[in-house]
């Protein structure tokens, strides 16, 4: 069974960093595609960046691109998720998910994944 269960959110101010964690478990982590979603108060849900099953490539959204950084720990099946110069507007509630099917990183920023963790929330405000 798959499980994903996310940490390291809380509450920053602007300008910093934070690294959230995906704990996978009942799956390998390389046999999937798997990523970062969030979803803000009042707004759909948004791909933030994954990492595809197949080379291992990694996606962005335009929108955190050279702030954020999605790695991947094999030995430990947990996800990273390096967030620098943090905006108010990166406030959420953060969604780790992993997905066995083989589509495009892009396809699954747009569309999302089968499997979903609980979320961790990151406030950034002064």
């Known amino acids: 069974q798959v499980q994903l269960v996310e940490s390291g959110g809380g509450l920053v101010q602007p300008g910093s960093s934070l690294r959230l964690s995906c704990a996978a478990s009942?799956?390998?982590?390389?046999?999937?595609?798997i990523g970062w979603f969030r979803q803000a108060p009042g707004k759909e849900r948004e791909g933030v960046s994954c990492i595809s099953n197949s080379a291992g490539s990694t996606y962005y959204a335009d929108s955190v691109k050279g702030r954020f950084t999605i790695s991947r720990d094999n030995a430990k099946n947990t996800l990273y998720l390096q967030m620098n110069s943090l905006k108010p507007e990166d406030t959420a509630v953060y969604y780790c998910a992993a997905d066995s099917r083989l589509y495009s990183g892009t396809y699954y920023l747009k569309h999302g994944m089968r499997n979903w963790g609980k979320g961790t929330l990151v406030t950034v405000s002064s």
């Open positions: 009942g799956f390998t982590l390389d046999d999937y595609a």
